[in-house]
């Protein structure tokens, strides 16, 4: 979590902040009323009604903070007896103003009250070819019950160039509109299909599941259980002649029962679907056994059949987007190229590393500015030359904003993925600071503000910027 969503925006705030959020706010339409949605986290051992805790939270909310900022986590519900016994977090979520703060008149407040699951147990499907030299099971899908403690806070850690993650949930809120509107299929058809393709470590699978852990929250009011269930695609291929087809009518056997529970939402994630479809067109060029024909065809087969369903949705991801076959891509309702990330989501995703090890005591206590504040410093220098400029770069928390917006472009230009970017800290820490940050001695006993055991954010900021010139070096002697 970065610092500035730490807290709301407080009445008592400074005049600065103030005005920051009022100029967001004016550029708003002053008659548009924003949904806005607040996730609150219950604790295990919350026996309260959960109408109760969303009224609580509502008066909470509507007595301290006004405006609001978007995100935040808000702080000083602990006051509250029956909050501080049952809450563990309130966050400030989407919303689809385009304004960082927003006042209460012009908001609509949705409550999201959950208890995320504290086990991270995964039940496993297996596929069984029976009649056979004994019978081959292999690994056909695992199942997640959601939401689950282990993904929280995946669904802000992910950073996109455009608004993928809002796209993708107002996707499904229309589906369910059309679908409590009891839609006639024949005149307008949707098959709740979503395909995320593009270069591997982009986050294409981790988005599907933070996907599903976002919608179990979301739709705790309408489902009482969410689950996740991802299917292991390579495991639809038996080595047995048209077994393959069974295996993919099985699974889905086991997923309709599933999805048949009316009090269940169920997301199906197909991970790396090429290798499914891929293998349809080998089959067509007469290069693949037919059986590959055999399980694409049931695999459509069946997902025309869960469309009616209206408790499902059916996520897939491709590195590979040609490879996929035509008629699967036809029935996907949302095609979605997840890209390398560009330089301003570089700089976020660089800067939720630091300000998590800001938070673990790794680093001294530093405030690492926001995107909108490194730009807006960028933006003045480019407009201020000369002496007006040095003076500028003298300032700590602008020069520090510079310097990792520098670093951003560095690593956009050598087109690096989100899953480089968060081994980049990791890289650093192991090749060029060293075992001077014993983290495992920042303990409660140590004292964070201990600084024999942190570092300045500089030493981070030079170590990083070695390991990209390294990567630079070492992918140069691949060609």
Known sequence: MSQDQKTGTKRDHSVDAMSTSRLDM??????????????????????????????LVRVFIAENYDPISLPSVLEGWE??????????QIAISESACPSRALYLKDVSLEIHAYQPNETDAVEEYANGTAGRDGEENVLAASVCELPCRAWEGLWDGLIYADNIKLKLLDYIHATLVLSDANVDFNLVTWNRVVLLHGPPGTGKTSLCRALAQKLSIRLSHRYSQSRLLEINSHSLFSR????SGKLVQRLFNSIMEMVEDEDCFVVVLIDEVESLTAARAGAMAGTEPSDGLRVVNALLTQLDKLRYQKNVLVMSTSNLAKAIDSAFVDRAD??????????????????????????????????????????????????RRGASSDAMLSHPEQDLALTLLALAGKCRAQQLSGRALRRLP???????????????????????????????????LDAMEKVINDRAADHGKLV
């Open 26 to 55: 004016d550029e708003s339409k002053p008659d548009v009323i924003w949904t806005v949605h607040v996730e609150v986290r219950l604790s295990t051992k919350s026996r309260r009604r959960v109408d109760v805790i969303q009224d």
């Open 79 to 88: 006051a509250n007896p029956t909050l501080a016994s049952s809450v563990e």
């Open 240 to 243: 047995w002649f048209s077994e």
């Open 334 to 383: 949302i095609i979605q190229y997840v890209d390398l990330p560009p330089r301003e989501a570089i700089y976020e995703i660089l800067r939720s590393s630091l300000c998590e090890f800001v938070k673990k005591g790794i680093l001294q206590e530093t405030k690492v500015p926001a995107l909108h504040l490194a730009l807006y410093y960028e933006d003045s220098v480019k407009h």
């Open 426 to 460: 990791v890289l650093a820490l192991a090749r060029y600071i060293g075992i001077g940050v014993s983290t495992s001695s920042t303990s409660a006993t140590s004292g964070l503000n201990n600084s024999r055991f942190q570092t300045d954010i500089r030493t981070w």
